[in-house]
């Protein structure tokens, strides 16, 4: 039964910290810290770190890109006509709209074999 009361203290802590992220909601986007994601190299492919990125709908938000490989990598959204290209061991900010929620497929426009990623936008 003690595993069963910490589970319930875990869900209590959760309900506690959405309450705080809610609150948090109403800051605008620049207060908020960038997403962050990476580019590297993962078993010889170059990879997005996340591959699945979730923001909130209907909220800007800021990404922060770090390319850590030693080649220009991009990062394009052409649901969004965003296209960026991230030098090599460079991090880079772009800034995101507020979008409806849905899938938006992400890759890079610079190397076909580049593994692909996915921002996902969520209602909460
Ligand atoms: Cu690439």
């Given at each position: 039964m003690r595993g069963f009361r910490g589970i319930r203290g875990s869900l209590a802590l959760i309900g506690t910290l959405s309450a705080a992220t809610a609150a948090l909601?109403?800051?605008?986007?620049?207060?908020t810290p960038p997403v962050q994601v990476v580019t590297a190299v993962v078993g010889g492919k170059n990879v997005y770190i996340p591959s699945t990125i979730a923001l909130a709908a209907q909220r800007a938000a800021s990404l922060s890109l770090f390319n850590t490989t030693d080649k220009p990598h991009g990062f394009a959204i052409p649901a969004l006509d965003i296209e960026v290209v991230v030098p090599e061991q460079v991090e880079q900010r772009i800034e995101l709209p507020a979008l409806p929620a849905g899938l938006y497929r992400i890759h890079c426009q610079l190397h076909e074999a580049h593994r692909s990623a996915t921002l996902l936008v969520v209602d909460d």
């Open positions: 909601a109403e800051e605008p986007a620049a207060a």
